[in-house]
């Protein structure tokens, strides 16, 4: 059980839009939500009203802010980051397992943890870089993004209703959902067309979730010969055409 | 990473254990004579390694969330190095308790077979325990080179320190003495060499690469949440790396200094009493102290994102 499956032709994961996320952690308590009574469910929280609250999530919403690229002329901007389960080719939680407890689905490589079979030895979660994987201190046993199975799958849901909580929930369609082991899918077209991109390929785990990097922004010559001392020279319709031309 | 004190026991003490298996092993299979010990003496060894090992593995099951659970851990040898170590370490047992059980053939023809096997059983679960921690990837300081050669050497130098406290014939212990001897001066080396090797080599991935903007310089704006997770407790653990080099110089006095002191002392003196039990003691404690450096300062590099 542990040891991997032949590569599936099927690879069901998502693809993030760092464009467009503006970090509403909306995907993350849509998921909660879902989760906390689905298949992963209970999704534990421990002194949820006390001191140090704490409890597991499979969506993590990181923000930065990057410096400005002279090299690509890039300016300094915030960027949010969703963080949950890549689905890995090759997944070294699955293999690290002891029971078997940890695997991976032969027919659309989706990453699961049985929780009858696990002991909680949380291994998986060392082995894993992107921090995927969370342990229930409640339940001894360890939790993970299931990509909502018991949504996509679940035929008594309308048709539009099976797609992940989190891609669902997100009001600027930021995530996407489908088979990017299918190259005419949407999300592998979307992943072509944007420069999609894994997350620390060199490590070896074969992501299968893609982020597409935000597009690039105007350069920061139009910024400054744009600001306001200029915008006083000029009715409104001479500074827009000024800036047409200047393109 | 956060260093559980049920893990640190475990490797320690059963580390010691297998390492004084190890030592019986190689004594009995290898040694002149084979049957010429006092059958005391390598009860006591074989006993004492049990307690050890047994104390160890007891250790381990508290870190587990479903202890009951753990018949399943045996099952996955094929991939998982914890499903290896669990059933090298029940073969070890296995072969332990046939030395001692009555068996129909004279214990004089399978003694030194089934000697060398426990050497074999005991050391592969020693490399076992190593590999563990050898094996992922996101652990920059534990996939050195140096690690296995590590939890080696420390096996056979706790163990080879209880093994030869126990009651030995003077000749063995002219031989053994030496040898240990030549190898906490190795380990001390060892550890020197790892942890001058992880402080000058930092997380070989930054955080751009981890968001997949290998170019751009990212710096935490926000983070996911306000309070702990399972993440940055299990993960980020950064409590006391600050301390971590008294911890190093009080672990090398402990494992290797004071143990040199003891063992010249009883080469010097011609008696082991109490040199070798004060060895033994110590270097279990540099063992334990040098066991949580080694999980509390390496990196996991979930930490990039935070």
Known sequence: ?247 | MNPALSVILFTTLSGTGYGLWLWLGLRIALGPRAYDFEPIGWFFALLLGAVLTTIGIVASLWHLGKPLRVWRAFTQWRTSWMSREGVMAVATLAVAVLMVAPLPIPHEIVQRPLAALLAVCALGTICSTAMIYASLKPIPAWRHPLVLPGYIGFALLTGGLAFAALPQPTPVLRFALPVLLVLTIAMAILKLAYWRAIDAKPLPQTRGDAIGLPNRKPSVFERPHTEANYLTKEMGFVVARKHARKMRVFSLLLFAALPILCIALAIATSRPWPWLDIATLCAICGAFLERWLFFAQAKHLVTLYY
């Open chain 1, 1 to 247: 059980m542990t040891a991997l499956p032949p590569p599936s032709k099927k690879k069901l994961g998502l693809v993030i839009d760092l464009d467009t996320c503006v970090g509403c952690h909306a995907c993350a308590t849509s998921c909660k939500e879902w989760n906390a009574g689905g298949i992963a469910g209970p999704l534990t929280d421990e002194r949820p009203y006390g001191k140090d609250p704490q409890g597991v999530w499979f969506n993590r919403v990181h923000s930065y802010e990057l410096e400005a690229d002279a090299a690509t002329k890039q300016p300094a901007q915030t960027l949010h980051f969703p963080r949950s389960c890549l689905h890995c080719e090759t997944p070294a939680c699955v293999t690290v397992c002891p029971t078997g407890a940890s695997y991976k689905r032969a027919e659309d490589g989706i990453v699961l943890v049985d929780e009858d079979k696990c002991i909680g030895c949380k291994l998986c979660s060392w082995a894993c870089p992107y921090g995927a994987r969370e342990y229930s201190h409640v339940e001894g046993v360890m939790k993970k993004c299931t990509l909502c199975v018991d949504r996509i799958y679940n035929d008594k849901l309308d048709e539009i209703d099976r797609q992940p909580a989190c891609v669902q929930a997100c009001p600027t369609r930021a995530r996407h959902f489908g088979d990017l082991g299918d190259p005419d899918s949407d999300v592998s077209k979307l992943v072509a067309e944007r420069g999609g991109v894994a997350l620390m390929p060199e490590l070896g785990y074969q992501p299968v979730n893609r982020y597409l990097p935000p597009r690039p922004r105007r350069t920061g010559d139009d910024a400054t010969t744009d600001d306001a001392s200029q915008a006083d020279t000029g009715n409104l319709a001479q500074r827009w055409l000024n800036r047409i031309l200047k393109r």
